[in-house]
């Protein structure tokens, strides 16, 4: 496998590109796929997408009837889910077609003729357009790719049956292998050049998820710092996160995060009051409940999760309960952060910034180290028991997490944990 670095033009706009963050709207989470095959009566369809709740890709199946079939379920935002086709005389594993598409909440439909869901029409599903709309920039690179492919795939061929000396087609796959790999990189600068310009796009998204072990790790970490935050916490982000979370294990390269081990002694980490020059960190907790919430001001997961960590910490005898919430917002940011703070009433957390240009300027926001904790993407949380010992740790937000979350609590101060 080819390992591509970005080209230092594009490099360079991603370290000094910068783009506005907006508070993102109320999503609405269930969707119903109505789809239609002409040319096909009976069968089955299985839709596989990522279920936030469970954290990984379930695949749902329908009865195709009368060439109409139909899915219900729910997301946050959009996700990228697959459509396979088969008959009934073939297994899930066995022969059959499929497509993929953008999910997103609300009415969808999807038409194709049977046996060419390549010809697919998907309505009701904007990120599916853009989508759509992002692949006519790399049509001709495309096109050009699929016949070099060609091409190699035909001196193999010729090379079997005995056409063609192995030195002649040693010649030949390396002349087409070079104009490959040349189209290639015209096809990733300009996949590149696309996410830079659309940050707000799921396809862009989409996009970083296939440069997943063919970019270097740090790569990958700065682009997804270029997403917005619109788009993040999304069931499509969810499943990024969970797929480079499990690539980089594979690798040996998790984040601190991902390393935290449960029932295990939480790690260092430092509060520090630059005013006041006082220090704290995990042993200044012992015989209370730490909540750990990495989190952002434009992150809109986030804001959902926070009210309810509050009513959490007022539930479960809140004077054994400390709440750390750490935010790396821009020096910009911070007015509006402080004013959110005080608004929705968390004015009783500990409010610590980590991002390194923003100085401590009053007791509301403080400094810190949780180098030990670093992750991507948030909300991501973290709960320490009264002996100092993790319980719980999560990336994302749903319902469930907080169920999860509180039963945790409840198991704690009952001491079952």
Not at 105 to 134: C, M
Not at 199 to 228: A, M
Request: with cysteine; aromatic share 12%; charged share 25%.
């Amino acid at each position: 496998m080819n390992i591509f670095k970005i080209p230092s033009i594009i490099h360079k706009v991603l370290l000094i590109g910068a783009f506005v963050l907006q508070t993102q709207n109320v999503f609405t989470q269930v969707f119903e796929l109505d789809g239609t095959i002409k040319g096909r009566e009976t069968g089955f369809a299985i839709l596989l997408y990522f279920r936030d709740s469970l954290k990984q890709k379930k695949p749902d199946t329908a009865i195709i009837s009368n060439g109409k079939f139909k899915f219900t379920g729910s997301v946050i935002d959009a996700d990228y889910a697959n459509l396979i086709v088969y008959d009934s005389a073939y297994t899930y594993l066995g022969k059959g077609y499929g497509t993929s598409f953008f999910l997103v909440p609300g009415n969808i439909k999807i038409l194709f003729d049977d046996g060419h869901t390549d010809e697919a029409i998907v309505r009701g599903s904007n990120p599916q357009y853009e989508y759509e709309e992002s692949k006519k920039k790399t049509a001709k690179e495309d096109i050009e790719i699929r016949r070099l492919s060609m091409d190699m795939k035909l001196v193999d061929s010729l090379l079997k049956v005995g056409l063609i000396q192995p030195d002649s087609a040693e010649v030949l796959k390396k002349k087409a292998d070079q104009m490959y790999s040349q189209v290639y990189r015209e096809v990733w600068n300009k996949q590149i050049a696309y996410l830079i310009r659309y940050p707000k796009n799921y396809s862009s998204l989409l996009l970083l998820y296939s440069f997943v072990g063919r970019l270097p790790n740090d790569s990958i970490d700065l682009l997804y710092s270029l997403i917005s935050d619109e788009i993040k916490g999304s069931t499509l982000d969810n499943n990024f996160l969970a797929y480079y979370a499990r690539y980089r294990k594979a690798i040996s390269a998790e984040y601190p995060f991902d390393k935290l081990s449960l029932n295990e002694k939480a790690p260092a980490f430092i509060i520090q009051n630059d005013l006041s020059n006082e220090q704290s960190g995990p042993e200044n907790y012992k015989g209370k409940i730490v909540i750990i919430e990495f989190w952002g001001l434009y992150c809109y997961p986030c804001l959902l999760a926070n009210p309810h960590l509050e009513k959490i910490r007022k539930k479960n005898n809140e004077k054994d309960i400390v709440i750390i919430a750490v935010n790396s917002n821009f020096k910009e940011d911070i007015p509006k952060l402080k004013t959110y703070i005080i608004k929705n009433k968390l004015t009783e957390w500990i409010h610590v910034n980590i991002d390194p240009l923003v100085s401590q300027s009053d007791n509301q926001m403080l400094k810190g180290d949780f180098s030990n904790y670093v992750g991507l993407g948030v909300p991501r949380t973290v709960v320490i028991d009264k002996e100092g010992n993790i319980v719980y740790k999560n990336i994302g937000y749903t319902t469930q997490d907080i169920d999860r979350l509180q039963s945790i609590f409840e198991k704690i101060i009952s001491g079952k944990n």
